[in-house]
């Protein structure tokens, strides 16, 4: 029986993804564990492995599309003695038939699916009718518009024995469908959920429908603002469409306030000299190399070890109290492509240089977008710092489930007041954002006031 490949969801969050390149061409053999292709999300490139053995019988989707939905058929593998010609000519008919309702080829939904999926992009819902032969299963997810997360494996067991994936509780990674929780489940489920499930999208279907015409309509009152030949559109990339889509929610859902604290931080920018002067050599340079952010990222996870209550995300109808300051390091995307937050884990427990290579380090695949979904998701609260492009202060956008950010300005000398006569210091303003669901305004200055002690007396990241 020929195995079917599908779009994998690299992350809890992907919808879509690019298939940037295939590793293995029509006609290899593929064992459990190769590498056949490179799938671009929004946020990193990552290897897809097999996880079955056979020959690589048709490539659905060519290397170098865009946006092809989770769960989308994108190969068939053939399987020791099967006709890999006759595997090839059955495999490629599927897709046919999926996308004649619609222009685009890679979206594949079915005709009465294709209004209520079109303004959201629900992945799994164009997946579950592109499917050749597709049963109960990979209907009762779609129609409900709830997405489920499975391996390809657990998915074709579930087709095998009749069991409804959407009834599945997964015990993988984020409440991941695997092949066990597959085996385990009772069979035929699947027919019990699809009828109920059926009736739902026509009535979903009214007021998602108008969103893609908003969005046109919007455009085009733009464009006509400007003479045509004086503008190029710029589609939007998968990352700035989740930066756009998020931060939207954010200052639409979450109520904020703001707290500024200026830090006096020349005993710091001292204490960081003298550091960096010691540091050993290691390959014929120095074994680390100090920033001022890499104190500003010891200091905000202390700060939150001492306000325990403020360490703290937003779960809805709760929230999770962290144990550990987990703190992400905004870094931008060179040429404006947006910005990853990789996550220092654990930054209460490391000592400055550690967090420094480490900065380094995922800073590097941030820009390479090389990073893993685990390396930037979750997180107590993130730093953004903007200083070292000589922004004096700025506010930034909390990114849901954090209740805190945390903007860093540029440190300069200002004239201060120190025992009632005038002198010189360098001051660096920083301003915390709060989530005031999650926590009230005196909490917001504990922590912010925790930091800027701790930050003001640097010796005391040193013990």
Known sequence: MSIEILMPALSPTMEKGNLAKWLKKEGDKVAPGDVIAEIETDKATMEVEAIDEGTLAKILVPEGTADVPVNQLIAVLATEGEDVKAVAAGGGAAPAKAEAPKEAPKEAPTAEAAPAEAPKVDAPKAEATAAPAASAPAVAPAASGERVFASPLARRLAKEKGVDLSAVKGSGPHGRVVAADVEAAPAGGAAKAAAPAAAKPAAAAAA???APVSNSALLEQVKAYYEPGTYEEIPLDGMRRVIAQRMTEARQTVPTFYLTVDCDVDALLKLREELNKAAPEKDGKAAYKLSVNDFVIKAYALAFQQVP????VWGGD???KLKHSDIGVAVAIDGGKGLLTPIIRKAETKTL???????RELATRARNKKLAPAEYQGGSSAISNLGMFGIK???A??????????AVGASEQRAVVKKGELAVATVMTVTISCDHRVM?????AQLIGAFKAIIEKPMSMLV
């Open 397 to 406: 956008i909390i990114n849901p489930p954090h209740a805190t950010i945390l």
């Open 440 to 444: 009230d305004g005196a909490m917001g």
């Open 309 to 312: 209550d403020a360490n703290q």
């Open 393 to 395: 202060d700025f506010t």
């Open 353 to 359: 240089s550690a967090i420094s290579n480490e900065t």
């Open 318 to 320: 709760r929230y999770l």
């Open 208 to 210: 998602p429908a108008a």
